[in-house]
């Protein structure tokens, strides 16, 4: 796990030197656009959506040859004004708490973080995709260009919009009312993320780390 962190410490003093892009076009290449219109967030299919609901997986965190195994536990919360919250804490398989997170509609609290996790960088990355993992970069209702499958338009929807976390495009699967891709743009940071029944994989193509997550 040292090894690890340190190499992850010396990605962050390169950032600075690499390009920035945008999100692949690819991902509504069989897609056709429909009309810009305001969207309800359930449209995108969030991994929680009720207070209480909870889910956990196996997380592997790569960069390179290393790695680091664990467990995220996230679980919706409900304060007292009806607020919603997500609280996501990640436990090493010895049993360490690596991060403590909760994320609402509007900010992202760190409760606890391991001492060689806690640089400003890594928690941004972490931010990014966790504020982007459980849908809480988009608003409520938002605003977005609508896409539909040009030969099955019943199957599969997408949206185009600036959430928080960067301009951003999402794949969704209507008939298994899941989501099925993300890209979120920012440069350095962009991040891919696909779906499939038991796995969710979150890639940093021009960073070479991975988080994968598994049921």
């Given amino acids: 796990m040292r090894k690890l962190i340190i190499k992850l410490l010396s990605l962050m003093f390169c950032l600075n030197i690499l390009t920035f892009s945008g999100c692949s076009d690819k991902t509504f290449s069989a897609m056709e656009q429909g009309k810009c219109g305001k969207y309800d967030r359930t449209e995108l299919y969030p991994l929680l ?38 609280r996501a804490v990640c436990t090493a398989f010895m049993g360490m708490t690596l991060f403590d997170f909760t994320i609402t509609d509007k900010d992202f609290v760190v409760n606890s973080c391991m001492e060689q996790l806690d640089n400003k960088m ?83 193509p021009k960073l070479g780390l991975k988080l994968s997550l598994t049921k």
Avoid: W
């Fill in 49 to 86: 959506n009720e207070d209480g609901d909870n889910v956990m997986f196996n997380m592997n965190l790569s960069y390179k040859d290393l790695s680091m195994d664990g467990f995220l536990v996230a679980t919706m919360e409900k304060n007292e004004n009806g607020e919603e919250s997500v």
């Fill in 122 to 204: 890594i928690v941004r990355i972490l931010r990014k995709d966790l504020v982007t993992l459980f849908t809480k970069n988009v608003q409520s209702n938002f605003k977005a260009k609508k896409y539909s499958h040009k030969d099955f338009p019943g199957t599969k929807s997408g949206f185009k919009m600036r959430t928080s976390t960067g301009k951003t495009k999402y794949v969704v699967n209507k008939e298994k009312k899941m989501p099925e891709h993300t890209c979120v743009s920012g440069g350095i940071l962009r991040a891919e993320f696909n779906y499939d029944d038991e796995n969710i994989v979150i890639s940093h």
